[in-house]
């Protein structure tokens, strides 16, 4: 019989449609590959270029954040370094750590030629220099006394201005000069009590003329640590004054502050009465102290921009704080570490600085290595990469340099492995070392190893500053 045209059509068509679907899917499933082939070589050429970081000895694979996390670390092979990235080192001056005390303005500027000279030659592009170790001055000063770290008493001058001079000599290497201010330090350690130590001090030491705004604290040891008290007013104004007062007169390039707020060891109840005195708003006491530092960190960012913007100049704001600023376990955005919390014992609310905008850069303290049982290098990089995503802050990590042969786990490839995992992380641009006597002084063969590889491989060429923060230069 012939077959029904209509049924004949019918057929056809269905038969095309299955045609069309069975190419429609593989067209579909062609298109998803091709989709995935930029992440899939992204992802084989990352794999191709790393490893699993192993613990020296052992060859057990290193657990990505200590007890919280045995993933594995992948860390790339090679050092990549980009076009602009921070290259700093510490210099301290309390108690003469890096930079001795002087008899003469000779001396001292033969001494810091020298430094300058080795970081310029070794292709650092910064110097973090300590300006205001402990409420003091290493620049003629109306608000705060010369350093006695400076000349070995308090008070004394070298007959000239370090300062001025510093500055214009790293800027004549092409470095930039930051003046690295710690805000509330009298003194870190005394057996002497508050009155019979701020005798000691110079007559025009804002401390000593003003004993009532500093705080006493009782150290385990029996010693005693004096410092500003954060919740004072005056004592606000007198740090965003000598802020002032810097940038004014020298064109340093950024105000750095480092991890000292509140004390490690805690205040007791030494500030009871300020907090009393000044709590309209009626905050806990721990609230209210982070409050206090948080006015001290706003009102710089205030200065700078207010001065910038009537300068046209473009100084920076960074801070350095102690690398972990909550654990997981006490704040859920916290970190995979269970170490000491600058949260809740300086009362720093870091990541809630960067969060605001009130830093142009920050610079934690990861001053641990990878196998660090509590503070894992990789989890706590990671955390910190992920602190500034999407702000303008620039990262720096602070790496501890000075531990380098304390243990085992200081290796001489530690360093090494620390800077190769930050390229990993495009939110890091760079590292600042602490501290200056490590790197061109090291006290044990291990430190010497450690960083004259990073000086003689990683960074064998000069490359410049990254754009910081909200300044752009």
């Not at 490893?51 to 954040?65: C, I």
């Not at 303005?105 to 070794?122: C, H």
């Not at 592009?125 to 400076?150: E, G």
Request: hydrophobic letters at 40%; proline letters at 6%.
């Amino acid at each position: 019989m012939p077959k029904d045209p209509r049924a004949v059509a019918v057929a056809a068509a269905r038969g095309k449609r299955k045609r069309n679907r069975r190419r429609h899917r593989g067209m579909g499933r062609s298109s998803k590959i091709l989709r995935l082939l930029p992440l899939l070589a992204a992802c084989c050429m990352l794999e191709a270029g790393e490893s699993v970081l192993k613990v020296p000895g052992t060859g057990k694979p290193v657990a990505y954040g200590g007890r919280f996390s045995n993933a594995k670390v992948m860390i790339p092979d090679t050092y990549r370094p980009k076009a602009r990235e921070m290259r700093g080192a510490w210099v301290a001056t309390v108690e003469n750590l890096d930079f001795p005390k002087h008899a003469d303005a000779a001396s001292f500027r033969r001494d810091y030629l020298a430094v300058v000279d080795n970081l310029k030659k070794s292709n650092f592009n910064t110097i973090i220099f300590q300006v205001r170790p402990m409420n003091d001055a290493f620049y003629p000063s109306k608000l705060n006394p010369w350093s006695r770290w400076m000349t070995g008493a308090e008070g004394k001058t070298l007959g000239f201005d370090p300062l001025d001079f510093m500055v214009k000599e790293a800027h004549r290497r092409n470095l930039e000069f930051h003046a690295w201010l710690n805000p509330y330090r009298v003194v870190s350690s005394t057996r002497l009590r508050k009155a019979a130590y701020l005798r000691t001090l110079a007559a025009n030491n804002f401390a000593r003329k003003n004993p009532h705004l500093v705080l006493e604290v009782k150290r385990k040891d029996g010693t005693y640590s004096l410092l500003l008290n954060p919740g004072e007013p005056r004592v606000v104004r007198h740090i965003l004054a000598t802020v002032r007062e810097i940038v004014e007169n020298y064109p340093v390039d950024a105000i750095h502050f480092d991890d000292y707020f509140y004390l490690y060891g805690g205040v007791g109840n030494s500030d009871h009465s300020t907090f009393r005195q000044y709590n309209p708003r009626r905050l806990s006491l721990e609230d209210w102290r982070r409050a206090n530092v948080d006015a001290i960190i706003s009102g710089v960012k205030r200065e700078l921009t207010d001065y910038n913007r009537r300068s046209g100049r473009k100084v920076a704001f960074g801070v350095s704080p102690f690398g972990i600023w909550a654990n997981k376990k006490s704040m859920s955005s916290g970190s995979l570490t269970g170490g000491n919390q600058s949260f809740f014992s300086q009362y720093a609310d870091t990541r809630g600085w960067v969060k605001k905008g009130w830093v142009d850069y920050i610079a934690p303290q990861l001053y641990w290595p990878f196998t660090m049982d509590v503070a894992a290098y990789a989890a706590l990089a990671d955390w910190w990469a992920d602190v500034v995503r999407g702000t303008p802050v620039n990262l720096y990590i602070g790496h501890g340099a000075y531990r380098l042969g304390a243990d085992s786990r200081w290796h001489r490839g530690e360093l090494a492995d620390q800077l190769r995992y930050n390229t990993k992380l495009r939110e890091v641009d760079g590292s600042i070392l602490f501290s200056y006597r490590n790197v061109f002084s090291p006290s044990n063969p291990v430190m010497r190893d450690a960083v004259g590889k990073v000086l003689r491989e990683y960074w064998k060429t000069p490359v410049p500053c990254p754009p910081c923060g909200n300044v752009r230069r």
